[in-house]
């Protein structure tokens, strides 16, 4: 048995990581790629099999359990037997250099969902993960640990995809950038054949898509570089940074998932100023979702901890208090404004 799998008996204990075999990280999906809720899902099953994953054995998953997970949560029967046919129809190819043999398979072998309390929410999923995956994972000497809330955060499996091949590199010593044919980088982020078939068309909708995601949520920090033989882009350099402060980061995995994108693209303030609806007359914002992103994004930019953020019925009631005494209508766009500088200033003596 090789090293991974002590590494991933050792870790299974660490809600917050997954190892998985590097192999299989940096396995090419060749056909049939899974999308992104699949890909969260794949990663959900190798983090609870842990240091079994190798075994032929069967794992179980309750559906109480995946919903409690953020970015997994909106799932029934119906749904969440779509995503396993995906990840069974997947399949992966791995070179094993020292045999000089090419292994194609699947991820799982055979999925059963039993809905005997359906009614009262209790699903419970088993399964038995594929040959050439038990054999990938049973032969690894080599390891990647992954974030798993990053994982979980991302909308996009060329995100997913990229990031996790990259993350496999990344603790690599004096290796900072890898070289694609252009072939390579289409089933490394599983685009289909005959979509995306223009280089602008691939960069448009997945290369630079998936670097600005995995460089927002992660502590990487990605560049893409096309390399040219005359006007044609024969390859591309992926480069990659591990970031010196992953705070930021840090605090968008703990933001609500609303309003990301737009932060993502530097397009949060015009979404303010024309989307917001009146300031709640009473209470806090849990009857008012725009505004209730509003206070955590602000919260999370002004860089305090996720874990003191304040009673959101406390900080309402003060500006109210201050728009009234300003005597600022609760429609007007210097509510947001006013909310910034309460919290700024909150918990200040």
Known sequence: MGKTIQVASDREADQGKTVLPT???RGVYIENAPGAQALKLMHLLIAIAGGRMADDIQHELRMADLKA??????????SLRALFIELRGAVIAYDNTEEQAEIIGGFLD????DYQHEASGHLLVKWWFGRTFRRIAAESNHWAILDRP???AMTSKYSILLFQHIASLANLDHINSKTFTIPELRSLLGVPSGKLDRFSNMTQKAIQPAIAEINH???L???ATPNKIGRTVASVTIGWQVKEDPRAAKRELEASKIGRKARREGTTETIVASELPPFPQAGGFTYSPAWKERFEVIWADLGKPHGQRP???????????????QKISFDSPQMAAILANVLNKWGQT
């Open 110 to 113: 055979e999925v059963r969902i």
């Open 221 to 223: 920090t990605l560049t």
């Open 311 to 325: 009673d959101s019925s406390l900080v309402a009631k003060q500006v109210r208090g201050i728009a009234v005494d």
């Open 217 to 219: 949520l992660s502590r």
């Open 69 to 78: 997970i953020e970015g997994m949560r909106n799932h029934d029967r119906s």
């Open 150 to 152: 990053t994982i979980f």
């Open 23 to 25: 192999e299989f990280a």
